[in-house]
């Protein structure tokens, strides 16, 4: 009762209707299920209201239930009746029938033709047929691409389109029918037949996805029914068309070329009824592809112009290419925002129609008389002139993507600059990447790279933000960053030359690195491409904001990189500050009057002083040069020797026997410091800032320092007073060598004593025993012989200064100029000599007995002892009596080396001529033939001649050497 007062009420009255007839009884079924459901809800509250008062009436439960199903009937009742009468839906089941029934048509003709009782149709003629179903396959491609769009949004239009859909599809079925029939061909009519029925079930589905999607833009599963069954449907539609061309007359399909490129054509000049899926350059590459179709079917065309079986489907191509061409370039005119940019685009698309169909023509005239020389000239102007066009269609698709094509530019010229880096790479890791200007230093081109880097970054933030506007400014963001990233790779490559080959890990880290941001750039440009156009949330504006991290990141470890290096090319001056340091806090403490840890004597502080002139002239190559190898050397060198000099001169100080000698070392010693700071201040500022002006002041600063240093030798004897002897003097020289050289000969002398003779299984024991102990017998000879010459010598040469005969000058410089310098540096030459080959026979005799070496080596090594005893007699007897008891004793001591050297020689060639005979014998007693003899004998002669080579090659070296340290000698 409530429900039946609340709907009488004033607030839901409505007018009286003014419908009648037809539209009055439409709407009958939906009054008549609201009734029922006001009906139905009445009695249903009244049972829930009896039921309030007595709950445990189970009558009236059972009403209820009954009352509250009566109630959802209703509502599926009017609900329906409403999807029912939805806009389209009565049109979609018509439809749906009428497609049905024509199946069953072409399901019936597929029947006579498998029979052969599919009787031809008298009056009509195939090309009749092949026209009426050509034209309505296009229009229903036409009204299925439409019917596709208005499905998914536009139910008001939905009923007109399916029935403008259904009304071309009794056409084709018919003219399919009447080709069939009229084909004699059993394949070919099936083929049709067959198609057909494929193009009515899909039309069928697409009726069924219509119906379910009914305009709805919500139904988002049903669209894709839609675009699926729109898909089938089309493809359907194209496989038919082709089939129908491809067995139509040659004129007719022609003509129908012809027609179906005008039509493409004209659509250019209508709006489109939905805006375009993809972006610009979507479209561009589809554009691009299909006109390069069409440029390759005019020249196979005009290829296959004599055989027009061949020619047909070549012209169904083209078509087909042009009108897929026309189609993506009416969404590539709707996709971009440049009006002159879609002007261009239609009048070359439109001319390139023009250019196809007098192509088409051409080639339909030709195939009536294809001997006609005229006809095949202007064929031949047509497929040129198809070719033009599209080379211009293709000029303004490029204009419209300027963005797109200076990315694509940016990539080829990113890759260049990658390879660049490569080959400059594998010059950097070979060593030969050389700077021109040797004082050049990366510090030179710190800011430049810096610079560039921070502007490659900057540039990344402006290519990113340019991607999402227009073509305009993603061409200038892209070409300004790629100009940048030129300009880095440049100065990277001259800072990695400035770093030197001593550097060359270096030098190929930045170059990775730089080739590293490279790389990442042309990747951030590609995204860039890709994502031009796009909107916010689509993948590649996630893949370009992606590229755009890692840009940043690899500038920022390119950043990390250099600024590792710089720091790497500062470590020099660095290390020549520590050591400045560590040099001044020396110098104050030699200054002050504490005692020091140790005493030195004068001739340590002599000694002491040899290091600075080397650390100096290490100190000026390093400024010269500038290599960071050089420069860590020379700083070490220095610190070390000027801090040794240093503590030496203020030990050495305060054992002076005076305060004036103690102060003058003092003062010597704080004066060297200075002037060895001052070269290594002058140093660093050389390095820092490198110039011709400076390098040249090095001389003179270091000469300052040899000044000090001769100083500092000067206050060293003052502190020995007049009892001092100079370590310099050619005599104290000699002396000591001699001694150092008798020390070397008793070490060989007590190795050789603790030789024993080896045993080899290999040899019978007699024999070796024999060979061995005369070995160590032989060379104990030697070296008792050879030391009892040096202590000889030695004695020789202390008669000599007693004798006068060689004085002690303290002339210092001079010693290696006079005559007793000279005498003395032969002296000590010649027992250095003896001592090494004192050694060396030790050695080779060593090797000998534990079988590592041959007895060659060691009758070598003896002939070295006796030359080298020789040499040091020569020296002896230079100044010395030849009468005298010294004389006589070298001259005995020689005689013992000599004898004893001439015992070891002939011990050791026996043993080798015995080895030898053995082995000969060995080779030559084994049996063989004649054949292997031959062989053995060749093989032999073969041995001689090449020993013969080897032994006049190594006589020509001895002679050879022997010359060069003659000549060595006499300078």
């Not at 071309?168 to 059993?186: E, H, K």
């Not at 897929?324 to 971009?336: C, Q, V």
């Not at 169909?357 to 005239?365: G, P, R, V």
């Amino acid at each position: 009762t409530d429900v039946v007062q609340a709907a009488s009420q004033a607030a839901y009255l409505v007018g009286a209707s003014c419908s009648s007839g037809q539209p009055r009884q439409e709407m009958k079924p939906i009054l008549d299920a609201g009734r029922s459901i006001v009906a139905s809800s009445s009695r249903y509250l009244s049972s829930a209201k009896n039921l309030c008062a007595n709950p445990n009436d189970a009558p009236n439960l059972q009403l209820l239930s009954s009352y509250g199903k009566g109630v959802a009937d209703a509502l599926r009742k009017l609900l329906e009746e409403i999807t029912s009468r939805a806009p389209g839906q009565r049109e979609c089941d018509q439809a749906i029938q009428e497609v049905s029934q024509h199946s069953a048509t072409l399901e019936s003709a597929t029947l006579g033709a498998i029979s052969n009782t599919l009787q031809a149709q008298e009056g009509t003629s195939l090309e009749v047929f092949y026209h009426q179903t050509l034209s309505a396959l296009r229009a229903m491609n036409d009204d299925v691409s439409k019917l596709t769009v208005i499905a998914k949004a536009e139910s008001e239009k939905l009923g007109y389109q399916v029935s403008e859909t259904c009304s071309n599809f009794l056409p084709m079925v018919n003219g399919i029918v009447g080709a069939a029939s009229s084909v004699s061909d059993q394949d070919t009519r099936l083929l049709l037949l067959n198609q057909a029925k494929n193009v009515a079930d899909s039309l069928m589905e697409m009726m069924y996805a219509s119906k379910r999607s009914g305009g709805n833009p919500k139904a988002e599963s049903s669209h894709r029914e839609v675009d699926s069954a729109s898909s089938a449907t089309l493809a359907a539609i194209q496989e038919l068309s082709g089939t129908m061309q491809s067995a139509s007359s040659a004129a007719n399909a022609v003509q129908s070329f012809v027609d179906d490129i005008e039509q493409a054509m004209g659509m250019l000049e209508t709006p489109l009824t939905a805006q375009p899926s993809g972006s610009f350059q979507f479209y561009q590459t589809k554009v691009l592809r299909s006109a390069r179709a069409v440029a390759k079917g005019s020249q196979v065309l005009l290829t296959n112009a004599s055989n027009t079986s061949k020619a047909m489907p070549v012209m169904a191509d083209l078509v087909a290419s042009y009108v897929e061409l026309s189609k993506d370039t009416h969404m590539a005119m709707a996709a971009t925002d440049q009006e002159e940019v879609a002007f261009a685009l239609r009048r070359e698309v439109q001319s390139l129609g023009r250019c196809t169909t007098s192509l088409l023509l051409n080639m339909s005239s030709l195939s009536s008389d294809p001997g006609n020389g005229s006809l095949r000239k202007s064929l031949a102007q047509a497929a040129r002139s198809v070719s033009t066009e599209v080379s211009k269609l293709l000029s303004a698709m490029k204009a419209g993507a300027r963005g797109v094509q200076a990315c694509d530019t940016a990539v080829r010229e990113l890759s260049g600059i990658v390879g660049d880096l490569e080959t400059t790479a594998l010059f950097a890791d070979s060593g030969t990447l050389v700077p021109e200007d040797m004082d050049d230093n990366i510090s030179k081109h710190r800011d430049d790279i810096l610079e560039k880097a921070k502007a490659l970054v900057q540039e990344t933030r402006a290519l990113v933000v340019a991607a999402a506007s227009s073509q305009e400014k993603l061409a200038l963001a892209a070409q300004t960053i790629t100009a940048i990233a030129k300009e880095l790779a440049s100065a990277t490559k001259l800072g990695a030359t400035a770093l030197g080959p001593a550097d060359k890990g270096a030098q190929v880290m930045l170059l990775d690195s730089t080739k590293e941001v490279v790389n990442t750039l042309s990747d951030l440009i590609a995204a860039s491409k890709n994502a031009s156009g796009k909107n916010a949330g689509e993948p590649e504006m996630e893949e370009l904001r992606t590229a755009a991290k890692l840009m940043v990141t690899s500038s920022s470890s390119f950043l990390s990189t250099f600024k590792g290096l710089e720091d790497e090319a500062a470590r020099g001056i660095r290390a020549f500050a520590s050591a400045m340091e560590a040099i001044q806090v020396e110098t104050d403490n030699l200054r002050s009057p504490t005692a020091p840890a140790s005493t030195f004597s004068p001739e340590e502080l002599i000694r002491a002083t040899k290091g600075i002139t080397s650390a100096t002239a290490k100190a000026v190559t390093a400024g010269t040069s500038g290599k960071q190898d050089e420069i860590l050397a020379a700083a070490d060198v220095a610190q070390r020797f000027m801090i040794d000099l240093l503590v030496t001169c203020k030990g050495a100080a305060f054992q002076a026997e005076t305060p004036e000698a103690k102060q003058q070392a003092i003062s010597a010693g704080v004066q060297c410091g200075e002037s060895f700071l001052a070269v290594l201040e002058h140093v660093v500022s050389t390095l820092e800032q490198p110039s011709p002006e400076k390098k040249q002041q090095l001389p003179n600063l270091s000469r300052a320092v040899a000044a000090s240093v001769s100083g500092v030798v000067a206050a060293a004897k003052t502190l020995k007073g007049a009892n001092w002897v100079d370590p310099n003097d050619p005599n104290v020289i000699a002396e000591e060598e001699l001694l150092s050289a008798a020390a070397a000969i008793e070490a060989a002398s007590k190795k050789l004593a603790s030789l024993k003779p080896r045993q080899e299984a290999a040899r019978p024991a007699d024999e070796s025993l024999t060979f061995d102990e005369q070995i160590i017998e032989a060379a104990r000879g030697i070296t008792n012989a050879t030391r009892a010459l040096v202590m000889s010598a030695t004695q020789t040469q202390r008669e000599l200064v007693a004798e006068g005969k060689v004085t002690q000058d303290t002339g210092g410089a001079r010693y290696l100029q006079d005559e007793e310098g000279q005498w003395s540096q032969g002296l000590v030459s010649a027992a250095k000599l003896v001592a090494a080959s004192a050694t060396q026979l030790c050695e080779a005799a060593s090797m000998l007995i534990q079988g590592e070496a041959s007895e060659e080596k060691l009758i070598a090594a003896a002939k070295g002892v006796a030359q080298s005893n020789t040499q040091l007699l020569m020296a002896c007897m230079v100044k010395a009596d030849p009468s005298s008891d010294s004389a006589r004793r070298l001259n005995d001591a020689n005689s013992a080396v000599t004898r004893a050297t001439e015992m070891l020689v002939g011990a050791a060639k026996d043993a080798v001529a015995h080895e030898d005979a053995a082995r000969a014998q060995s080779t030559v007693s084994q049996p063989m033939g004649a054949v292997k003899r031959q062989a053995m004998e060749l093989s032999l002669l073969e041995q001689v001649v090449k020993r013969e080579r080897e032994l006049d090659l190594a006589r020509q070296n001895l002679e050879i050497m022997r010359q060069d340290k003659y000549k060595k000698g006499r300078k």
